[in-house]
């Protein structure tokens, strides 16, 4: 069955430092998200993404935070300069068609800033 | 703004009990509602998709219905086992697609 695969799996990164999350979403599969849960707390919308561009980001997703498409088949979110409280497990999820699709998860990348 | 609420945040039953999860939603304006599971420390398993205009989805033991005028959601999960025990979220989602989950339910099924 088709799946979301994300990596790493768990990242520990110093303050400060750039730190750059994978995903590679199910292959037929247009609209692109990434969500975040600190420990704890409910999961958190950052963004979504189609055509190759934002198409909703939340207060969270600051100039701190940018994605891209770099191919057909990666996705991924990159963090400029980590602070504490970015510590959280990161999911990355995929939908065939927006507003009404199904999202499907992947297994999520643990970031740890210290 | 639409916020989501589950009730109750833990449940404990005997193995074989039927139970129901309850979900609560602010803004009846949804495109569809989702169930997913969550393992301890792993990734969300969507369970169960419910469209706006649909009033139940059903897949084996599990059936999750939808209530837009009241702004709820049951997940109602017959013959409990011990691999049902995960937290369960609910999920509703407004026009752009985005989720808004709720804090989750916990469930532990004593064998």
């Known amino acids: 069955e088709p799946e979301v695969t994300q990596t790493p799996s768990h990242q520990v990164t110093q303050m400060g430092q750039e730190v750059i999350l994978r995903c590679v979403p199910i292959?037929?599969?247009?609209?692109f998200y990434w969500y975040r849960q600190i420990l704890g707390q409910k999961v958190e919308f950052l963004v979504s993404f189609y055509n190759n561009e934002i198409s909703e980001k939340s207060e969270i997703f600051d100039d701190q935070f940018s994605v891209e498409r770099p191919d057909g088949s990666n996705f991924t979110l990159k963090i400029r300069s980590t602070k504490l409280e970015d510590s959280a497990m990161y999911f990355c999820?995929?939908?065939?068609?927006?507003?009404?699709?199904?999202?499907?998860f992947g297994e999520g990348s643990r970031l740890t800033v210290l | 703004k639409q916020e989501v609420t589950q009730i109750p945040a833990a449940l404990s039953v005997p193995e074989g009990e039927n139970l129901v999860l309850n979900c609560s939603f602010t803004?009846?304006?949804?495109?569809?509602l989702q169930w997913f599971r969550q393992d301890p420390g792993k990734g969300l398993t969507s369970l169960l998709l419910i469209q706006s205009s649909q009033r139940e989805q059903t897949s084996g033991r599990l059936n999750a219905s939808l209530d837009k005028s009241s702004g709820r959601s049951t997940l109602y999960i017959a013959a409990s086992q011990p691999g049902d025990s995960a937290t369960y979220l609910c999920a509703a989602s407004i026009n752009t697609g985005k989720l808004i989950f709720g804090q989750g339910t916990t469930l532990q099924v004593k064998p």
């Open positions: 292959s037929n599969h247009l609209y």
């Open positions: 999820a995929s939908s065939e068609r927006t507003a009404t699709g199904e999202l499907f």
């Open positions: 803004d009846s304006a949804i495109y569809n």
